[in-house]
């Protein structure tokens, strides 16, 4: 009498009933994952920058992949625009996360960059206020950038990285390398942070490539094995055009196994005033 009476097997028809419920639910959080994935893309290319600053002896070309799996997507930017001065000024950053909230703090980054780089013409202090305006609105995210500022006349270049992967460089002599320039914490972490300015004269003809770290670090590379793969694939092309030279780049990306999006700007320029 005490005896528990096995449970009553399901019917054919009960069964069929919670698959379709399961595959209901399946295919409702694809399509909410999809919209997600979308609207991050929209967001991310809405608020990149249509065109780039050319001029005689200076060509630029960017590029930007989203990753298709997951919501690695929405936080990698580039820019590039002409200061009040006649300078140029460029930047690519990443912000942490992968989502429509990092779309967002993108274009907040981009816009205060922006905004700071009309206002002093040390890159140093742009990123620095950059820092301190996003710490002051409290969205608790953080990015990584590199902000250049670029002579014409001159053709220096001066730098300030805040905990972002290093550049890329080749010359047409046949030299090539990865810029080892000291920088700061990323955007977002600790307010009244210094960004050392790191200033070169690009005076032979060549190309500096400023990229995310999609480009470079995946399951399959470690970054390091990735930033010299890319120096020697640039250094290979270097006379190639920068939209041609740029897509090269994107494309090492497919070798490293990475899940991230990647952005890649290349600026392709030639000999400095009075150089042969």
Known sequence: MNRRRPPRSASAGELLTTLQQLTSRARREVELHRARV?????????????????LPGLRTAARYAPARSGLDIGGDWYDGFVLPDGTLAFAVGDVQGHDVEAAAFMGQVR????????????????????NDLLLSVG???FATCTFVR????????????????????????????????????????????????????????????????????????????????????????????AGELADAVLRAADRTGHRDDAAVLVLRHGAAPGQN
């Open 139 to 141: 969205s608790g995210l």
């Open 150 to 241: 670029l002579d014409p006349v001159t053709r220096e270049l001066c730098s300030a990285r805040a905990g972002h992967v290093a550049a890329v460089w080749a010359t047409a002599d046949g030299r090539a390398g990865v810029t080892s320039d000291e920088g700061g914490l990323p955007l977002g972490i600790r307010a009244g942070e210094r960004y050392p300015v790191t200033r070169r004269r690009l005076t032979a003809p060549g190309a500096f490539v400023l990229l995310t770290d999609g480009v470079v670090e995946g399951l399959s590379i470690p970054v390091d094995e990735g930033l010299a793969a890319v120096a020697r694939l640039v250094s290979a092309r270097v006379a190639a055009d």
């Open 38 to 54: 979308e609207l991050a893309e929209a967001l991310q290319r809405g608020m990149l920058p249509t065109s780039l600053p050319d």
């Open 111 to 130: 816009v205060a960059m922006r905004a700071m780089a009309a206002t002093t013409s040390d890159p140093g202090e742009v990123v620095g206020r950059t």
